[in-house]
């Protein structure tokens, strides 16, 4: 009776998380396994077989299964309980909310229910990064070149909200000694600068000429269809002025968000 009632406390632990629910879906079929191998003496070898390729192609299965999910949804296998603090977890998606807030602000701000649940669905498909001790490496650094960088206070507080932090640059030179010596995720670049109306594309197409595919993106004073087209035309993977759609661009590039 007693270990009943702690298979059952277990039970209701796994069961908070995605990845207790696949533990404890685990648990169970190998224990029915158990149960039909304990009377397996009375299953002919034909009936057998099925249970035998079950029991071996079951893990791998899972496995398949697991690193996929990791790989490609590793945010949403947690629950705010896995934080250690579940007030941490609101505060993060919170915060990175707010920042976009403030950033759409010098546009067009979100004035609609609907728009604020858009930005915090945005927010939770990037992935929490309280279970992760720091960014890996430059897997979540970005380059961002612009020749005023307190314009995008804001934008880049939602990024490190999310766990990407950055290093920044104000000239295209500048930006190619740091990009010489340096790996990125991502590449956020303005357009014009003091250097020149089209210094963004200068840019770009330096670091394309020399063989560096890393993601580049635009995020200047133009939404407009054509220069997207021109953008890709010279390499790169977008040209915004929206900074919902730079945080659901860039971080769908580094961190896999969908």
Do not use: C
């Given at each position: 009776m007693s270990d009943t009632k702690d298979f059952g406390e277990t039970a209701k632990g796994l069961a908070r998380n995605p990845l207790g629910i696949i533990a404890l879906f685990i648990v169970l079929v190998y224990g029915f396994a158990c149960l039909v191998t304990a009377f397996s003496s009375s299953f002919t070898a034909e009936q057998k077989t099925p249970l035998i390729y079950f029991l071996v192609g079951f893990?791998?299965?899972?496995l398949s299964v697991f690193c996929w999910l990791v790989s490609k949804h590793s945010g949403k296998l947690f629950a705010p309980e896995d934080f250690k603090?579940?007030?941490?977890?609101?505060?993060?998606?919170?915060?990175?909310?707010?920042?976009?807030?403030?950033a759409s602000a010098k546009s067009q701000p979100p004035t609609t229910s609907l728009e604020v649940e858009h930005l915090v669905e945005m927010v939770q498909h990037a992935k929490p990064t309280a279970t992760s001790p720091a960014p890996d490496g430059w897997r979540r650094q970005v380059l961002w070149v612009d020749d005023r960088p307190d314009?995008?206070?804001?934008?880049?507080?939602?990024?490190?909200?999310?766990?990407?932090?950055?290093?920044?640059?104000?000239?295209?030179?500048?930006?190619?000694r740091i990009?010489?010596?340096?790996?990125?995720?991502?590449?956020?670049?303005?357009?014009?600068?003091?250097?020149?109306?089209?210094?963004?594309?200068?840019?770009?197409?330096?670091?394309?000429?020399?063989?560096?595919?890393?993601?580049?993106?635009?995020?200047?004073?133009?939404?407009?269809?054509?220069?997207?087209?021109e953008t890709a035309e010279h390499g790169g993977q977008g040209c915004t002025n929206n900074p919902q759609e730079?945080?659901?661009?860039?971080?769908r590039a580094i961190l896999g968000a969908n």
């Open positions: 893990p791998v299965l899972v603090n579940e007030e941490n977890y609101m505060k993060m998606q919170m915060s990175a909310v707010a920042s976009l807030t403030l314009n995008n206070i804001h934008e880049r507080s939602a990024f490190e909200s999310v766990g990407i932090t950055f290093t920044l640059a104000e000239s295209t030179n500048e930006a190619l990009l010489s010596t340096r790996k990125f995720a991502a590449i956020i670049s303005d357009m014009g600068r003091r250097e020149g109306p089209r210094e963004g594309y200068v840019l770009l197409d330096a670091v394309r000429s020399g063989g560096d595919q890393t993601p580049f993106f635009f995020y200047a004073s133009s939404n407009a269809p054509q220069h997207k087209r730079l945080f659901q661009s860039v971080t």
